[in-house]
């Protein structure tokens, strides 16, 4: 069964540029990895300076297995830090609610 993560945000005020360039950086070291490569997403309403990152996986254990190795990854976390978040960012994982029609 294919699921999405989905991980929101906000960027820090004054810094959407430096945070387009750490993303690039960021889905660089990703791909590097063979690790799914996320859609980036900024709001056009809503809060201000919002982003959205959305990840594809075949299965809930392709996600799994990834998500350990990252877990395990120094520089995987000194990476996605450069990323200029500020306050909470939210993971939520979504799974294909009907069957697809052929």
């Known amino acids: 069964m294919a699921v999405e993560v989905h991980v929101t945000g906000r960027i820090q ?6 945070f387009l360039e750490a993303a690039e950086r960021w889905r660089a070291y990703r791909g590097e990895r063979g690790w799914a490569l996320p859609r980036v997403l900024s709001g056009l309403s809503g809060e ?18 990834e998500d ?7 520089d995987y976390a000194a990476v996605a830090m450069g990323m200029p978040f500020e306050g909470p960012i939210v993971y939520t994982l979504y799974r294909d609610a009907l069957p697809p029609q052929a």
């Open 68 to 74: 350990a190795e990252e877990s395990g990854d120094r």
């Open 13 to 18: 005020a004054g810094r959407f540029a430096e």
């Open 48 to 65: 201000m300076n919002s982003v959205r990152l959305v990840f594809a996986y075949p299965d809930l254990g392709v996600f799994e297995r």
